[in-house]
T-cell receptor, first 117, second 117 residues
Framework: AQSVAQPEDQVNVAEGNPLTVKCTYS??????LFWYVQYPNRGLQFLLK??????LVKGSYGFEAEFNKSQTSFHLKKPSALVSDSALYFC???????????????FGKGTKLSVIP | GAGVSQSPSNKVTEKGKDVELRCDPI?????LYWYRQSLGQGLEFLIY????????KSGLPSDRFSAERTGGSVSTLTIQRTQQEDSAVYLC???????????????FGEGSRLTVL
């Protein structure tokens, strides 16, 4: 079974500082990994994904994430945080070769990011 | 519109009543998902439709929950005899293709917030 852990319920960072939102995963095969963002009272928006290739993937709004197979991690990063980045961030994983569940996207519980002016 | 549309955006009902939540996916998207988002619980998979295949109902929490997708497009999630623990945001998502071929992201609607008194 696939699973995702986001160890931090909340991350606080000062505006202009780098931010990291942590994610670790567990799948039996090679994962597809995703980050989504949710602003208040809105649906989830796609930020970026890792399917294959370069371990560092770049996405929307200046975010990037690094796939680390040995540590089974896919941490979300941004060099300089903005107040407008304050939102709920979800990491998600698919195992495309897991049979009947290969289409399921399993989400972490989310990390609330607060960027302090 | 171009995105996933969900209605109603908010629904308040009394315990024991039935509710229907509607999802209109992006035109041409063959895969449709329902997720439930409860406070502090992340996103919980409910059901998945892919084309004309039998849906995966493995995530439905009880037999009070059912869903259908008519004509491969609009989907309705029905909750019978609602209970207070059914209170949550119900999110619908669609994607262009399903199954192993899907390396892309899900597109989410803004959700239907259900409150059971």
């Amino acid at each position: 079974a696939q699973s995702v852990a986001q160890p931090e319920d909340q991350v606080n960072v000062a505006e202009g500082n780098p931010l990291t939102v942590k994610c670790t995963y567990s799948v039996s095969g090679n994962p597809y990994l995703f980050w989504y963002v949710q602003y208040p009272n809105r649906g989830l928006q796609f930020l970026l994904k890792y399917i294959t290739g370069d371990n560092l993937v770049k996405g929307s709004y200046g975010f990037e994430a690094e796939f680390n197979k040995s540590q089974t991690s896919f941490h979300l990063k941004k060099p300089s945080a903005l107040v407008s980045d304050s939102a709920l961030y979800f990491c998600a994983v698919r195992d495309p070769y897991s049979g009947a569940g290969s289409y399921q996207l399993t989400f972490g519980k989310g990390t609330k990011l607060s960027v302090i002016p | 519109g171009a995105g996933v549309s969900q209605s109603p955006s908010n629904k308040v009902t009394e315990k024991g009543k039935d509710v229907e939540l509607r999802c209109d996916p992006i035109s041409g998207h063959t895969a449709l998902y329902w997720y439930r988002q409860s406070l502090g619980q992340g996103l919980e998979f409910l059901i998945y439709f892919q084309g004309n295949s039998a849906p995966d109902k493995s995530g439905l929490p009880s037999d009070r929950f059912s869903a259908e997708r008519t004509g491969g497009s609009v989907s309705t999630l029905t909750i019978q005899r609602t209970q207070q623990e059914d209170s949550a945001v119900y999110l619908c998502a669609s994607s262009l293709v399903g199954g192993r071929a899907n390396t892309g992201e899900l597109f989410f609607g803004e959700g239907s917030r259900l409150t059971v008194l």
